[in-house]
């Protein structure tokens, strides 16, 4: 920002998140096996976006 002149941008507090999505799904699987859960997890099928009126 002091090198560049750009203005701070917040980048959301979703950001590692959405930088990478399948770090927090292992992160939570072994949480819930922490807890002694057995976990199995199946792809979502993909759903059709509703069309805006």
């Not at 997890?41 to 009126?53: D, N, S």
């Amino acid at each position: 920002m002091l090198q560049t002149g750009e203005l701070y941008r917040d980048l959301g507090g979703d950001y590692f998140t959405r930088q990478d999505p399948d770090r927090l799904t292992r992160r939570l699987v072994r949480q819930l096996e922490a807890l002694g859960h057995h976990v199995t997890l199946t792809p979502k099928e993909h759903e059709p976006e509703p069309l805006a009126a």
